[in-house]
T-cell receptor
Framework: AQSVSQHNHHVILSEAASLELGCNYSYGGTVNLFWYVQYPGQHLQLLLKYFSGDPLVKGIKGFEAEFIKSKFSFNLRKPSVQWSDTAEYFCAVRNQGGKLIFGQGTELSVKP | EAGVAQSPRYKIIEKRQSVAFWCNPISGHATLYWYQQILGQGPKLLIQFQNNGVVDDSQLPKDRFSAERLKGVDSTLKIQPAKLEDSAVYLC???????????FGPGTRLTVL
Protein backbone atom coordinates (compact mmCIF):
# COMPACT_ATOMS: atom_id res chain seq x y z
CA ALA A 1 0.00 0.00 0.00
CA GLN A 2 1.14 3.51 -0.71
CA SER A 3 2.21 5.56 2.25
CA VAL A 4 3.71 8.90 3.15
CA SER A 5 6.07 9.28 6.08
CA GLN A 6 6.96 12.55 7.77
CA HIS A 7 10.03 12.28 9.92
CA ASN A 8 9.14 14.60 12.76
CA HIS A 9 5.94 14.97 14.71
CA HIS A 10 6.87 18.23 16.42
CA VAL A 11 9.65 20.68 15.59
CA ILE A 12 10.49 23.67 17.76
CA LEU A 13 12.65 26.46 16.33
CA SER A 14 13.60 29.99 17.19
CA GLU A 15 12.86 32.79 14.76
CA ALA A 16 15.42 33.13 11.95
CA ALA A 17 16.44 29.47 12.24
CA SER A 18 16.45 27.36 9.10
CA LEU A 19 13.78 24.74 8.59
CA GLU A 20 13.79 21.39 6.89
CA LEU A 21 10.87 18.98 7.22
CA GLY A 22 11.36 15.50 5.86
CA CYS A 23 8.87 13.60 3.72
CA ASN A 24 9.29 10.19 2.12
CA TYR A 25 6.73 8.26 0.11
CA SER A 26 6.38 4.73 -1.11
CA TYR A 27 5.18 4.52 -4.69
CA GLY A 28 7.19 3.53 -7.71
CA GLY A 29 5.18 5.22 -10.43
CA THR A 30 4.59 8.79 -11.47
CA VAL A 31 3.41 10.94 -8.61
CA ASN A 32 2.35 14.47 -7.90
CA LEU A 33 3.69 15.83 -4.61
CA PHE A 34 2.25 18.46 -2.31
CA TRP A 35 2.86 20.29 0.92
CA TYR A 36 -0.18 21.62 2.74
CA VAL A 37 -0.20 23.92 5.75
CA GLN A 38 -2.80 24.45 8.45
CA TYR A 39 -2.35 27.61 10.51
CA PRO A 40 -4.04 27.67 13.92
CA GLY A 41 -7.78 27.99 13.49
CA GLN A 42 -7.60 28.03 9.70
CA HIS A 43 -8.33 25.72 6.81
CA LEU A 44 -5.85 23.34 5.30
CA GLN A 45 -4.27 25.16 2.35
CA LEU A 46 -1.78 24.37 -0.39
CA LEU A 47 1.78 25.55 0.22
CA LEU A 48 3.43 24.19 -2.92
CA LYS A 49 3.26 21.35 -5.41
CA TYR A 50 5.43 19.37 -7.80
CA PHE A 51 4.11 17.76 -10.96
CA SER A 52 7.13 17.60 -13.29
CA GLY A 53 10.15 19.57 -14.48
CA ASP A 54 12.53 21.40 -12.14
CA PRO A 55 12.70 19.29 -8.97
CA LEU A 56 13.17 22.41 -6.85
CA VAL A 57 9.80 24.07 -6.44
CA LYS A 58 9.02 27.34 -4.74
CA GLY A 59 5.83 28.03 -2.88
CA ILE A 60 4.23 30.81 -0.93
CA LYS A 61 5.83 32.65 1.98
CA GLY A 62 9.40 31.73 1.07
CA PHE A 63 8.97 27.97 1.29
CA GLU A 64 10.58 25.60 -1.18
CA ALA A 65 10.76 21.84 -1.60
CA GLU A 66 13.07 19.51 -3.47
CA PHE A 67 11.94 16.32 -5.17
CA ILE A 68 14.64 13.64 -5.12
CA LYS A 69 13.29 10.74 -7.13
CA SER A 70 16.04 8.30 -6.15
CA LYS A 71 15.29 8.84 -2.48
CA PHE A 72 11.49 9.02 -2.84
CA SER A 73 11.70 12.25 -0.89
CA PHE A 74 10.11 15.70 -1.05
CA ASN A 75 11.56 17.72 1.81
CA LEU A 76 10.24 21.16 2.70
CA ARG A 77 12.69 23.97 3.46
CA LYS A 78 12.74 27.59 4.51
CA PRO A 79 15.99 29.51 5.16
CA SER A 80 14.64 31.66 7.97
CA VAL A 81 11.41 30.95 9.81
CA GLN A 82 9.12 33.50 11.39
CA TRP A 83 6.76 33.26 14.33
CA SER A 84 3.88 33.35 11.83
CA ASP A 85 5.07 30.05 10.33
CA THR A 86 3.80 28.26 13.42
CA ALA A 87 1.41 25.70 11.96
CA GLU A 88 0.96 22.06 11.10
CA TYR A 89 2.52 20.91 7.83
CA PHE A 90 1.34 17.93 5.80
CA CYS A 91 3.10 16.21 2.95
CA ALA A 92 0.84 14.47 0.42
CA VAL A 93 1.23 12.29 -2.64
CA ARG A 94 -1.20 11.81 -5.48
CA ASN A 95 -0.78 8.75 -7.66
CA GLN A 96 -2.02 8.15 -11.16
CA GLY A 97 -5.31 6.94 -9.75
CA GLY A 98 -5.90 10.43 -8.43
CA LYS A 99 -6.10 9.64 -4.72
CA LEU A 100 -4.35 12.07 -2.36
CA ILE A 101 -2.50 10.34 0.47
CA PHE A 102 -1.32 12.43 3.41
CA GLY A 103 1.48 11.98 5.88
CA GLN A 104 0.76 12.23 9.57
CA GLY A 105 1.78 15.87 9.79
CA THR A 106 4.53 17.85 11.50
CA GLU A 107 3.68 20.50 14.03
CA LEU A 108 6.05 23.46 13.80
CA SER A 109 6.36 25.83 16.74
CA VAL A 110 8.44 28.96 16.21
CA LYS A 111 9.52 30.83 19.32
CA PRO A 112 9.69 34.63 18.97
CA GLU B 1 -14.68 33.83 -4.06
CA ALA B 2 -16.51 31.83 -1.42
CA GLY B 3 -14.69 28.80 -0.10
CA VAL B 4 -15.90 25.36 0.87
CA ALA B 5 -18.58 25.62 3.53
CA GLN B 6 -19.21 22.99 6.18
CA SER B 7 -21.67 22.68 9.03
CA PRO B 8 -21.85 22.16 11.87
CA ARG B 9 -18.37 23.14 13.02
CA TYR B 10 -18.59 21.07 16.19
CA LYS B 11 -20.75 18.14 17.24
CA ILE B 12 -20.83 16.08 20.41
CA ILE B 13 -22.90 12.89 20.48
CA GLU B 14 -23.06 9.69 22.44
CA LYS B 15 -22.06 6.36 20.95
CA ARG B 16 -24.76 4.61 18.97
CA GLN B 17 -26.37 7.93 18.03
CA SER B 18 -26.44 9.12 14.45
CA VAL B 19 -24.99 12.31 13.03
CA ALA B 20 -24.89 14.11 9.70
CA PHE B 21 -22.47 16.63 8.24
CA TRP B 22 -23.11 19.00 5.37
CA CYS B 23 -20.75 20.41 2.76
CA ASN B 24 -21.20 23.02 0.06
CA PRO B 25 -18.26 23.05 -2.37
CA ILE B 26 -16.86 25.97 -4.33
CA SER B 27 -19.21 26.91 -7.15
CA GLY B 28 -18.36 25.05 -10.35
CA HIS B 29 -16.25 22.37 -8.68
CA ALA B 30 -17.38 19.00 -9.97
CA THR B 31 -15.24 16.91 -7.66
CA LEU B 32 -16.02 16.66 -3.95
CA TYR B 33 -14.12 14.76 -1.27
CA TRP B 34 -14.80 13.77 2.31
CA TYR B 35 -11.79 13.10 4.56
CA GLN B 36 -11.51 11.85 8.13
CA GLN B 37 -8.69 13.28 10.22
CA ILE B 38 -8.08 11.55 13.52
CA LEU B 39 -6.02 13.45 16.08
CA GLY B 40 -2.31 13.11 15.35
CA GLN B 41 -2.84 11.77 11.83
CA GLY B 42 -3.16 13.20 8.37
CA PRO B 43 -6.48 13.35 6.53
CA LYS B 44 -7.69 10.05 5.09
CA LEU B 45 -9.99 9.98 2.08
CA LEU B 46 -13.39 8.46 2.82
CA ILE B 47 -15.21 9.12 -0.44
CA GLN B 48 -14.79 11.04 -3.68
CA PHE B 49 -17.62 12.24 -5.91
CA GLN B 50 -17.47 13.39 -9.50
CA ASN B 51 -20.69 15.37 -9.95
CA ASN B 52 -23.26 13.07 -8.32
CA GLY B 53 -21.40 9.82 -8.96
CA VAL B 54 -19.04 8.02 -6.60
CA VAL B 55 -15.46 7.73 -7.91
CA ASP B 56 -13.82 6.12 -4.87
CA ASP B 57 -15.38 4.91 -1.62
CA SER B 58 -12.90 2.14 -0.91
CA GLN B 59 -12.06 3.46 2.57
CA LEU B 60 -15.62 4.31 3.63
CA PRO B 61 -16.88 2.00 6.41
CA LYS B 62 -20.10 1.26 4.61
CA ASP B 63 -21.70 -0.57 7.50
CA ARG B 64 -22.09 2.75 9.33
CA PHE B 65 -21.05 5.58 7.02
CA SER B 66 -23.00 6.86 4.04
CA ALA B 67 -22.66 9.87 1.80
CA GLU B 68 -24.65 11.39 -0.99
CA ARG B 69 -24.44 14.22 -3.47
CA LEU B 70 -27.81 13.95 -5.11
CA LYS B 71 -27.80 17.07 -7.30
CA GLY B 72 -24.06 17.15 -7.87
CA VAL B 73 -23.54 20.21 -5.71
CA ASP B 74 -23.72 19.97 -1.91
CA SER B 75 -23.17 16.75 -0.04
CA THR B 76 -24.00 15.09 3.26
CA LEU B 77 -22.00 12.51 5.18
CA LYS B 78 -23.84 10.42 7.75
CA ILE B 79 -22.68 8.11 10.51
CA GLN B 80 -25.20 5.69 11.95
CA PRO B 81 -24.56 4.42 14.59
CA ALA B 82 -21.48 6.28 15.79
CA LYS B 83 -18.62 4.58 17.64
CA LEU B 84 -16.04 6.09 19.95
CA GLU B 85 -13.35 5.66 17.30
CA ASP B 86 -15.30 7.94 14.93
CA SER B 87 -14.17 10.94 16.97
CA ALA B 88 -12.27 13.02 14.43
CA VAL B 89 -12.40 16.09 12.23
CA TYR B 90 -14.37 15.51 9.04
CA LEU B 91 -13.04 17.60 6.20
CA CYS B 92 -14.76 18.36 2.94
CA UNK B 93 -12.75 19.45 -0.09
CA UNK B 94 -13.57 20.28 -3.67
CA UNK B 95 -11.69 20.67 -6.92
CA UNK B 96 -12.48 21.73 -10.47
CA UNK B 97 -11.54 18.30 -11.79
CA UNK B 98 -10.18 15.04 -10.44
CA UNK B 99 -6.58 16.23 -10.80
CA UNK B 100 -7.16 19.83 -9.82
CA UNK B 101 -6.04 21.58 -6.65
CA UNK B 102 -8.19 20.58 -3.72
CA UNK B 103 -9.63 23.37 -1.58
CA PHE B 104 -10.56 22.41 1.96
CA GLY B 105 -13.36 23.54 4.22
CA PRO B 106 -12.96 24.32 7.93
CA GLY B 107 -14.04 20.83 8.98
CA THR B 108 -16.50 19.46 11.50
CA ARG B 109 -15.02 18.28 14.79
CA LEU B 110 -16.98 15.25 16.02
CA THR B 111 -16.67 13.98 19.57
CA VAL B 112 -18.31 10.66 20.38
CA LEU B 113 -18.77 10.02 24.12
Amino acid sequence: AQSVSQHNHHVILSEAASLELGCNYSYGGTVNLFWYVQYPGQHLQLLLKYFSGDPLVKGIKGFEAEFIKSKFSFNLRKPSVQWSDTAEYFCAVRNQGGKLIFGQGTELSVKP
Amino acid sequence: EAGVAQSPRYKIIEKRQSVAFWCNPISGHATLYWYQQILGQGPKLLIQFQNNGVVDDSQLPKDRFSAERLKGVDSTLKIQPAKLEDSAVYLCASSFGTNGEQFFGPGTRLTVL
